[in-house]
Protein backbone atom coordinates (compact mmCIF):
# COMPACT_ATOMS: atom_id res chain seq x y z
CA UNK A 1 0.00 0.00 0.00
CA UNK A 2 1.55 3.35 -1.10
CA UNK A 3 1.21 6.39 0.85
CA UNK A 4 -1.72 8.00 -0.87
CA UNK A 5 -3.47 5.02 0.10
CA UNK A 6 -2.12 5.02 4.04
CA UNK A 7 -3.59 9.00 3.95
CA UNK A 8 -7.17 8.19 2.40
CA UNK A 9 -7.51 5.28 4.95
CA UNK A 10 -6.85 7.88 8.13
CA UNK A 11 -8.75 10.44 6.34
CA UNK A 12 -11.49 7.96 5.98
CA UNK A 13 -11.16 7.08 9.64
CA UNK A 14 -11.44 10.36 10.73
CA UNK A 15 -14.51 11.14 8.75
CA UNK A 16 -16.42 7.96 9.28
CA UNK A 17 -15.36 8.94 13.30
CA UNK A 18 -17.42 12.42 12.59
CA UNK A 19 -20.15 10.39 10.93
CA UNK A 20 -20.19 8.26 13.97
CA UNK A 21 -20.42 11.24 15.98
CA UNK A 22 -23.50 12.02 13.93
CA UNK A 23 -25.28 8.72 14.16
CA UNK A 24 -24.87 8.30 18.11
CA UNK A 25 -26.79 12.13 17.84
CA UNK A 26 -29.67 11.06 15.97
CA UNK A 27 -29.73 7.87 17.51
CA UNK A 28 -30.39 9.80 21.37
CA UNK A 29 -32.89 12.02 19.49
CA UNK A 30 -34.57 8.71 18.74
CA UNK A 31 -34.26 7.74 22.16
CA UNK A 32 -35.77 11.23 23.33
CA UNK A 33 -38.69 10.80 20.78
CA UNK A 34 -39.65 7.10 21.42
CA UNK A 35 -39.83 7.95 25.02
CA UNK A 36 -42.42 11.01 24.29
CA UNK A 37 -44.31 9.25 21.86
CA UNK A 38 -44.46 6.24 24.67
CA UNK A 39 -45.20 7.96 27.65
CA UNK A 40 -49.05 7.90 28.62
CA UNK A 41 -49.31 11.13 30.41
CA UNK A 42 -46.98 12.87 28.11
CA UNK A 43 -47.86 15.42 25.73
CA UNK A 44 -48.27 13.14 22.74
CA UNK A 45 -50.61 11.08 24.46
CA UNK A 46 -52.87 10.44 22.07
CA UNK A 47 -55.92 8.09 22.01
CA UNK A 48 -56.53 7.01 19.05
CA UNK A 49 -57.43 7.45 15.33
CA UNK A 50 -55.22 8.76 12.72
CA UNK A 51 -53.00 10.79 15.02
CA UNK A 52 -52.68 7.43 16.92
CA UNK A 53 -51.46 6.23 13.47
CA UNK A 54 -48.86 8.47 12.46
CA UNK A 55 -47.19 8.86 16.09
CA UNK A 56 -47.06 4.91 15.61
CA UNK A 57 -45.60 5.40 12.09
CA UNK A 58 -43.09 7.74 12.97
CA UNK A 59 -42.13 5.25 16.13
CA UNK A 60 -41.55 2.44 13.50
CA UNK A 61 -39.34 4.34 10.97
CA UNK A 62 -36.94 6.13 14.23
CA UNK A 63 -36.78 2.55 15.13
CA UNK A 64 -35.66 1.40 11.66
CA UNK A 65 -33.42 4.50 11.48
CA UNK A 66 -32.28 3.54 14.75
CA UNK A 67 -30.86 -0.11 14.18
CA UNK A 68 -29.67 1.19 10.77
CA UNK A 69 -27.33 3.92 12.23
CA UNK A 70 -26.28 1.69 15.16
CA UNK A 71 -25.08 -0.92 12.58
CA UNK A 72 -23.26 2.30 10.88
CA UNK A 73 -21.81 2.95 13.72
CA UNK A 74 -20.46 0.17 14.83
CA UNK A 75 -19.01 -0.47 11.15
CA UNK A 76 -17.66 3.34 11.59
CA UNK A 77 -15.81 2.43 15.01
CA UNK A 78 -14.34 -0.55 13.66
CA UNK A 79 -12.38 1.41 11.12
CA UNK A 80 -11.28 4.20 13.49
CA UNK A 81 -9.94 1.38 15.41
CA UNK A 82 -7.78 -0.03 13.02
CA UNK A 83 -6.88 3.15 11.93
CA UNK A 84 -5.16 3.94 15.25
CA UNK A 85 -3.65 0.41 16.16
CA UNK A 86 -2.13 0.76 13.26
CA UNK A 87 -0.93 4.10 14.56
CA UNK A 88 -0.24 2.85 17.93
CA UNK A 89 1.73 -0.05 16.49
CA UNK A 90 4.37 2.07 15.17
CA UNK A 91 8.27 1.69 16.82
CA UNK A 92 8.92 5.46 17.20
CA UNK A 93 6.51 7.74 19.00
CA UNK A 94 7.44 10.35 17.34
CA UNK A 95 5.73 9.11 14.30
CA UNK A 96 2.58 8.49 16.58
CA UNK A 97 2.53 11.76 17.47
CA UNK A 98 2.38 13.40 14.04
CA UNK A 99 0.02 11.26 12.48
CA UNK A 100 -2.47 11.77 15.18
CA UNK A 101 -2.24 15.12 15.39
CA UNK A 102 -2.75 15.45 11.27
CA UNK A 103 -5.50 13.00 11.64
CA UNK A 104 -7.66 13.04 15.01
CA UNK A 105 -6.28 16.11 16.01
CA UNK A 106 -7.12 18.07 12.84
CA UNK A 107 -3.69 19.88 13.26
CA UNK A 108 -1.81 21.69 10.43
CA UNK A 109 1.72 20.98 9.42
CA UNK A 110 2.68 24.71 11.53
CA UNK A 111 0.75 23.71 14.48
CA UNK A 112 2.19 20.10 14.78
CA UNK A 113 6.05 21.91 14.12
CA UNK A 114 4.93 24.09 16.95
CA UNK A 115 3.85 20.95 19.40
CA UNK A 116 6.52 18.62 18.51
CA UNK A 117 9.05 21.66 18.88
CA UNK A 118 10.68 21.20 15.37
CA UNK A 119 10.38 22.83 12.15
CA UNK A 120 7.36 22.59 9.54
CA UNK A 121 9.56 20.89 7.14
CA UNK A 122 10.89 18.22 10.00
CA UNK A 123 7.42 17.38 10.19
CA UNK A 124 6.42 16.94 6.84
CA UNK A 125 9.15 14.56 6.15
CA UNK A 126 8.61 12.64 10.06
CA UNK A 127 4.96 12.31 8.68
CA UNK A 128 6.55 11.01 5.45
CA UNK A 129 8.76 8.23 7.02
CA UNK A 130 5.63 7.38 9.33
CA UNK A 131 3.57 6.84 6.94
CA UNK A 132 6.10 4.16 5.24
CA UNK A 133 6.27 2.74 7.85
CA UNK A 134 1.96 2.58 8.69
CA UNK A 135 0.83 -1.06 8.20
CA UNK A 136 -2.70 -1.76 7.73
Given at each position: MNS????????????????????????????ANERRANFPSGPQRVYGGPR??????????????????KGLAEAYQQETCRALAAINALELPAHRTVLTLRYFGGLD????????GKSRDAVIKLHGRALQKLEF
Open positions: REKINLLRQAVHDGERLDVLLNKAEHFSRDKVQDSVCKLQTEFERFWEQIAERM
